[in-house]
């Protein structure tokens, strides 16, 4: 039985989680009790030892329209300040140490394109509808598109779709790098999203949640302290069963069963 009201809550193949979010009549806008619901499951897959990835995706029509507009509307700058609102969409995501592939159909605007982007790999439909509209609105992105966005694709293309609020196609993001796999229908991302998912499971969990680590920290620091980074994850490795487990099958031309120590 599903716990949640505007997310569906599923473990598709052995090792996989799958967010699917669902608030149809709003096109999944992220109201205050989606992303809290959307947290709270996201922080259960990565509690739980048997789930090795997590993908995210929403309907065939929309991904998510962004944040509530109608949540929003009457909001004051004192509240947004005093309550930091948006804030918790920070705090959970970047958190979660195992591996989330967003599988992108329809809108992913606003705050649903930020979502998108804060996925570790994303995965669209080529019909897929990108775009950050908030000046439109009269505000700007406040969920990291002005910063991810611009990393993912450039300065002058950011700038151009940030101060116009035009949107970009699912065939533009793949073009652009923004995802790693763009698909013709919705129905094969979301299987191309569970079967990278179900690969990813199969891995080392150490190894991993090593991987990711050391990728998103190029993110966030120069190139030098970055690879002083990597090295010393690298190092620690070595100090893993499953490296010897990785090793010694290959060696010995078996399948490794991972011990995830
Ligand atoms: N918030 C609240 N409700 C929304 C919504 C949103 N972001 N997006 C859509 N909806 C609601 C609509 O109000 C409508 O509800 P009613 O039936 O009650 O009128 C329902 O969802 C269906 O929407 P449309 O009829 O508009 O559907 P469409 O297919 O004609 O258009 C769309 C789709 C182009 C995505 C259009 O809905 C749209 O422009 N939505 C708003 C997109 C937007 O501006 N997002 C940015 C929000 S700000 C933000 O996200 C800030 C941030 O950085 C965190």
């Known amino acids: 039985t599903n716990q949640y009201q505007n997310i569906l809550v599923e473990n598709p ?3 996989v989680g799958k967010i699917t979010l669902n608030r149809p009549r709003a096109l999944n806008a992220l109201s205050s009790s989606l992303f809290q619901e959307l947290n709270h499951a996201l922080q259960d897959f990565d509690n739980d030892e048997s789930t090795g990835a997590i ?3 929403g309907s065939e029509k929309a991904f998510a329209a962004g944040a509530d507009i109608k949540e929003m509307k009457d909001l004051t700058f004192s509240k947004a300040y005093n309550t930091n609102f ?12 195992k591996p989330i592939i967003a599988a992108v159909n329809g809108h992913a ?5 930020e979502l998108a982007l804060m996925a570790d790999i994303l995965y669209c439909s080529s019909s897929a509808m990108f775009g950050q509209p908030e000046i439109k609105l009269g505000i700007i992105p406040g969920a990291g598109g002005s910063q991810r966005l611009t990393a993912a694709i450039g300065k002058s293309r950011a700038m151009e779709l940030i101060l116009t609020g035009k949107n970009f196609s699912g065939t533009e993001a793949a073009q652009w790098g923004v995802a790693a796999t763009v698909f013709d229908t919705a129905e094969e991302c979301v299987q191309g999203a569970l079967k990278t998912a179900s690969k990813i499971a199969e891995m080392s969990q150490l190894a991993v949640r090593a991987a990711k680590e050391v ?3 190029s993110q966030e620091t120069g190139l030098r302290e970055g690879l002083d980074y990597e090295r010393k994850v690298f190092h620690g490795l070595f100090g893993s069963k499953d490296q010897k487990i990785g090793m010694s099958a290959f060696v010995e031309k078996k399948k490794p069963e991972w011990s995830n120590e």
């Open 86 to 97: 948006i804030a918790s969409w920070s705090s959970t995501i970047p958190n979660i140490r």
């Open 13 to 15: 193949h052995p090792g």
């Open 55 to 57: 993908v995210l995706t």
């Open 109 to 113: 605007v606003g705050g649903g394109c």
């Open 215 to 217: 990728v998103n920290k």
